[in-house]
């Protein structure tokens, strides 16, 4: 039997789902001009990775404190904060590159970091606005936003930023574009009623208490946990370093910085486009076939990469790379439980 769905979770799905349209464009921009900014407002090509490192890393720290925060006044405050903190972090880089200053733009890769990293707990409060039987397609379909936002790289950031200089000089102006992203983002969040986490609380499953939760150490114990935890970790951590090494790879091999962004906007269709169907699809195949499947993609795409140079090669092992980890992060995660 269908469980209908509450036209307030509809409205707000497509609101939350609109909110990761406008946060995919900063994250674009993150993941095309991170591995750039800092060697060029230093001109030492041996911290390349320190700018992706910089924001991934602020990310990871920031999530645990913000889920707790959101566990007491609600999730629409933190991240409608996680958004202004992007729009923040996106003029604190500016202004580095306009000094420069190497510290600067650290401190806004930071906070640009931490509000990307909030951000993303859009999906869990999605997820749980819907009933507990139909939660892996919602966040499937607020999910879906985030393909729907990789239309901003050809379209806008590669037009607007081709053959723009690779210097500090000529970064200040791509950061600043990141901040009318995050305003937009802030204000459709502000529409978002009620808080998913009234709405949760609304269903009765979530009123009975929950058993105790396992420590890790037994979990870590269980069939399957190990290498679960081994492939999300291996496909996450290379996904993200690569994608993020991506823009100064190709500005290097001669291509323009509007260039980046298509790259970048190919992977991301690779990471999500398949988001509605790929749990249909591990679910057929099983789940230890398509964890194999997914990092043996991810490894070749890898190899292609150094081995094709240009646009439509380069865009190709991207897309690789994000089927690559859409397929390995799904088949590792456990199913969902009403």
């Known amino acids: 039997m269908s469980v ?23 994250f674009q921009l993150a ?26 890393a602020s990310g990871a720290i920031a999530v645990g404190p913000a889920g707790r925060l959101m566990d007491r006044v609600g999730r629409m405050p933190v ?42 707990l859009t999906r869990a409060a999605a997820a749980e606005m819907f009933p507990p039987e139909r939660r892996a397609r919602g966040m499937s379909f607020v999910l879906f936003g985030a393909v729907s936002g990789a239309v901003w790289g050809p379209v806008v950031f590669g037009p607007l930023f081709a053959h723009r200089a690779i210097d500090a000089n000529g970064l200040v102006g791509p950061w600043l574009v990141g901040i ?22 609304s269903y009765p499953a979530e009123r009975i208490e929950p058993a105790t939760a396992a420590p890790l150490r037994e979990l870590l114990k269980r069939p399957g946990v190990p290498a679960a935890v081994l492939a999300v970790v291996a496909s996450f951590s290379i996904m993200a370093s690569v994608m993020n090494l991506a823009g100064y790879v190709a500005v290097g091999r001669g291509h323009h910085q509007g260039d980046v962004f298509t790259m970048i906007s190919v992977h991301i269709l690779g990471m999500y486009g398949l988001i509605l169907i790929v749990g ?33 090669g380069m865009s190709l092992a991207l897309l690789g790379l994000g089927l690559g980890w859409n397929l390995s992060y799904i088949a590792a995660t456990p199913s969902w439980s009403p």
Not at 5 to 15: C, G, M, Q, S, T
Not at 32 to 40: C, E, I, K, R, Y
Not at 181 to 201: L, Q, S, T, Y
Request: proline fraction near 3%.
């Open 280 to 312: 249909d699809i591990v679910d057929r195949f099983g789940r230890r076939r398509c964890l194999v499947a997914g990092l043996l993609i991810m490894a070749l795409s890898n190899v292609a990469l150094g081995w094709l140079g240009g646009l439509a």
């Open 31 to 56: 993941a095309a001009l991170s591995s750039l900014t800092l060697v060029a407002v230093t001109g030492i090509t041996g911290i390349l990775g320190l700018g992706p490192a910089i924001f991934l």
């Open 180 to 201: 009318p992203f995050m305003i937009v983002g802030f204000a459709i969040m502000r529409f978002v009623r009620r808080d998913p986490k009234e709405i949760a609380a």
């Open 79 to 120: 991240i409608r904060g996680g958004f202004a903190a992007g729009a923040v972090g996106c003029g604190v880089v500016a202004a580095g590159c306009a000094v420069p200053s190497a510290v600067i733009v650290a401190i806004g890769l930071s906070v640009l970091g931490g509000a990307g990293g909030v951000i993303q």
């Open 4 to 26: 209908a769905i509450a036209p307030e979770v509809k409205r707000n799905a497509f609101l939350l789902a609109g909110g990761l349209v406008c946060n995919s464009g900063m």
